[in-house]
């Protein structure tokens, strides 16, 4: 069975600071992997997805993240974070479901606090 | 371009009641499916369809209600409601093959319910 950890509950960092949020997930078959961000009080925003093809895969608001499947990890990356950057981060995978559907697995997500 | 519609955005309920919390759509979406947040535990699917007159059961089905008679609308029904359904709650949608298959989803702002 497929799972998601996402290894820090919260992080913070300086505003202009390297910022990286880790995402192990757990596999016995291809994936397809997902970071999705949540502002405060809105819904989810996909910020970039990894289905195939190259492992470093760009997305939204400057964000980045590698896949790697040795280490099965899709840790995200941004070279300098703003204060718009504050938010919760999901990582997600894919799962097949009985009946050919697919759902996705969520992280239980991580934190991102960027101070002045 | 309202994208996905959740109501309402707050609501209180005593333990035993019932109520529809409601999901639309105006992006011809055929998936749509509701998950649940709760601190420390991301997003879990509660139900999902893949279009008009079929739906399934996602992990946390158990006190959740569906149906789906046109594309656009979603609706969840809570059939009894209990203080441990207290959480936020999340309709998204997406393309065919949904969330998992590739295809972005896109979420509504969410429903906060407390059950008292």
Redesign the interface.
Known sequence: AQSVTQLDSQVPVFEEAPVELRCNYSSSVSVYLFWYVQYPNQGLQLLLKYLSGSTLVKGINGFEAEFNKSQTSFHLRKPSVHISDTAEYFCAVSARLSGGYNKLIFGAGTRLAVHP | NAG?TQTPKFQVLKTGQSMTLQCAQDMNHEYM?WYRQDP??????IH?S?GAGIT?Q??VPNGYNVSRSTTEDFPLRLLSAAPSQTSVY?C?SSLP??????S???????TRLTVV
């Open positions: 996905v499916s420390g535990m991301g997003l879990r699917l999902y893949v399934d996602g992990e999340f998204a093959g949904g969330p998992a298959g590739g972005e989803a896109f979420f509504g702002q969410g």
